[in-house]
């Protein structure tokens, strides 16, 4: 149980493109969905936390309207990047909880982003 | 700022030996810790968790020690087997209302048949 499926796992395009990543719980509903950055040899960064129906939470120092996030139903949350350029590439990554705080996250298998 | 740090980026084990990963924390709202494994090209997998209330958590082979006067934790894995190498992630959750997990940096697990 507790399958959180995303996609896609590669993108490569060409700067200036707006890049739509999917993450869907598969058996569960998600209350709450999470997506994280990774940049090389460093740990998972939150980028923003989204509860359904209503709008994400991002953290700071990441641009809302550079990453717009859609948080439609309880099993989807979608990640926009917005006119994508060089310095957005990286492993993207989403995660859902059901219920509280204390209910672990389920990750996703991440989106590498590549923006030539 | 680092807020959970794993101070060992890699580790090798013999097959059937214990393995020991560390993690220490700076924070002391955190009071929620989990353990999630990675393998390369996928999301990381949660392993087992542990509330504040407590200082141990098992599962299996798996069992997680919290000493908060140390605000450090540490995975057992006992009997290490080759198909746990992998990266181990260390994270921690605040009791403010924040959602969000604090991710250590992670250790590579080997071990070796």
């Known amino acids: 149980g507790a399958v959180v499926s995303q996609h896609p796992s590669w993108v490569i395009c060409k700067s200036g493109t707006s890049v739509k990543i999917e993450c869907r719980s598969l058996?569960?509903?998600?209350?709450?969905m999470f997506w994280y950055r990774q940049f090389p040899k460093q740990s998972l960064m939150l980028m923003a936390t989204?509860?359904?129906?209503?709008?994400?939470?991002?953290e700071q120092g990441v641009e809302k309207d550079k990453f717009l996030i859609n948080h439609a139903s309880l099993t989807l949350s979608t990640l926009t990047v917005t006119s994508a350029h060089p310095e957005d590439s990286s492993f993207y990554i989403c995660?859902?909880?059901?219920?509280?705080?204390?209910?672990?996250?389920?990750f996703g298998d991440g989106t590498r982003l590549s923006i030539l | 700022d680092q807020q959970v740090k794993q101070n060992s980026p890699s580790l090798s084990v013999q097959e059937g030996r214990i393995s020991i990963l560390n993690c220490d924390y700076t924070?002391?709202?955190?009071?929620?810790f989990l353990w999630y494994k990675k393998y390369p090209a996928e999301g990381p997998t949660f392993l087992i968790s542990i509330s504040s209330i407590k200082d141990k958590n098992e599962d299996g082979r798996f069992t997680v020690f919290l000493n908060k006067s140390a605000k450090h934790l540490s995975l057992h894995i006992v009997p290490s087997q080759p198909g746990d190498s992998a990266v181990y992630f260390c994270?921690?959750?605040?009791?403010?209302?924040?959602?969000?997990?604090?991710f250590g940096t992670g250790t590579r697990l080997t071990v070796i048949p």
């Open positions: 058996d569960f509903q998600a209350t709450t």
């Open positions: 989204s509860n359904e129906g209503s709008k994400a939470t991002y």
């Open positions: 924070n002391s709202m955190f009071d929620y």
């Open positions: 994270a921690a959750v605040p009791s403010t209302g924040a959602n969000n997990l604090f």
């Open positions: 995660s859902a909880r059901s219920g509280r705080g204390d209910q672990p996250q389920h």
